[in-house]
């Protein structure tokens, strides 16, 4: 390779990046952080699954005012307060109960399946459900940090990512996990955000592979590392790369559950399934080598960005129904326009306020709340909550 051409591609890495950075501030605009929207009464009324009328009698007990009876917007916060209101007062957070923390992992080989989308937007129901998330971002590309707003290229470096754990584990150095977990503009959700400096993790993690792996297993660590904040949070979402990697395999043996988000598409699916016949060799090889299962309790199939009106998709999706059942989660991710335009940490169904496209958006709304809400179910579910708690391997493998 010539000068030149090096020379070249570094242009193309500035100026791109230069771009980025320019959408995340132009997004972040006026004062260069992003923030949360405020939330209608009816959508509140959905998330919180109760009347709208009983909501706007709440919110105006909560003001102690009768004018607010014709409030029509709720914050976050609000939303939080109203939920003991309407639905009494016995906390549903897991460390009141004595549940363990529940860690629901994104994963599939294949690169543009939604995974970043679907953890993001899992992570902002679970939180809007009033559960405290903690989402680790495990891939370097850093899209679900850039979509909490920060730029995955100039504001993330080894310090600040999971590589800090791993590169402090491999040194025998103590390190506080909590100073990794970033708060957000989302007040429920806290972020172990990533950027390129997270290959260290994946090469301290491979080192530690072929060499003395300490007294962590290297595929343990991203468990170890949740089990010191455990405490502050009800629930981890992991968004992980395309392909095998350590990082990828790492947040199979953290997860109690997993989410295989594809597109109903044939190529997607023919990957999807290489991804379920590695899932299956990698695990039953695990239990062999270590005496253990992997914890995942669940494990179901997203279909993403789906097209109703498209007919191969259609079909598609009646096979993978038919062929596995409540492995796949009972509604598709419907594609959104609002999803497929360009833009860089740009908004999600939760944070997009509709204007004129108000039905299209409540189709997809109504769409991710279906995907999120089935999610929540196995997640209450692993923690015993719904009566006759079903065995563990529900819904695990087709
Ligand atoms: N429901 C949807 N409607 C329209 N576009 C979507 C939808 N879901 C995802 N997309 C778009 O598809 C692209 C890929 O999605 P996303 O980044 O979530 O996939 P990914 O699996 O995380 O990708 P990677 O493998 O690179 O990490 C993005 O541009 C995203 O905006
Ligand atoms: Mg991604």
Not at 324 to 343: E, I
């Amino acid at each position: 390779m010539t000068a030149s051409q090096v020379e070249g591609f570094r242009t193309i890495a500035a100026v791109l990046r230069a771009a980025g950075r320019a959408a995340i501030e132009a997004e972040n605009a006026p004062d260069k952080r992003k923030r949360l929207r405020s939330f209608s009464l009816a959508e509140a009324a959905q998330l919180l699954a109760t009347p709208t009328a009983a909501v706007r009698r709440a919110a105006a007990r909560l003001h102690h005012d009768a004018q607010s009876a014709s409030r029509t917007r709720l914050t976050f916060a609000e939303m939080q307060a109203l939920r003991p209101m309407l639905h009494g007062a016995k906390s549903h957070r897991r460390p009141d109960r004595g549940e363990e923390l529940s860690v629901v992992a994104f994963t599939n080989f294949k690169g543009g399946s939604a995974k970043t989308t679907g953890s993001v937007h899992c992570a902002q129901y679970l939180a809007l459900q009033g559960y405290r998330v903690l989402l680790v971002d495990l891939d370097s590309q850093g899209s679900a940090t850039a979509q909490f707003g920060l730029d995955p290229s100039s504001e993330i470096d080894v310090r600040t990512s999971f590589a800090a754990w791993t590169d402090a584990q491999e040194a025998g150095r103590p390190l506080d996990a909590r100073s990794l977990c970033q708060r957000t503009y989302w007040p429920g959700i806290h972020l172990v955000p990533a950027g390129a400096p997270l290959a260290a993790a994946e090469d301290s993690l491979s080192r530690r592979a072929v060499g003395a792996p300490g007294p962590v297993l290297p595929f343990d660590e991203l468990a170890a590392f949740l089990q010191t904040v455990e405490e502050n949070y009800d629930i981890a979402v992991v968004d992980t790369r395309p392909d095998v990697n350590m990082l990828m395999t790492a947040a199979l043996h953290a997860a109690t559950g997993i989410v295989v988000p594809t597109r109903a598409t044939m190529t997607d699916l023919a990957s999807t399934g290489e991804f379920f016949a590695h899932l299956a060799s990698y695990m039953s090889s695990v239990e062999e080598a270590l005496g253990r299962p992997l914890p995942i309790r669940f494990a179901r199939i997203l279909v993403s960005a789906y097209d109703p009106a498209d007919r191969s998709q259609d079909a598609l999706l009646a096979l993978l129904r038919d062929r596995f059942g409540p492995t796949v989660l009972p509604a598709p991710f419907l594609h959104s326009r609002v999803m497929g335009t360009a833009g860089f940490g740009k908004e999600t169904i939760y944070e997009y306020e509709p204007s004129t496209d108000r039905t299209a958006y409540t189709r997809v709304l109504t769409s991710v709340n279906a995907v999120n809400a089935a999610i929540l179910r196995d997640i209450e579910e692993a923690w015993g909550r719904t009566p006759g708690r079903v065995s563990t391997t529900k819904g695990s493998m087709p």
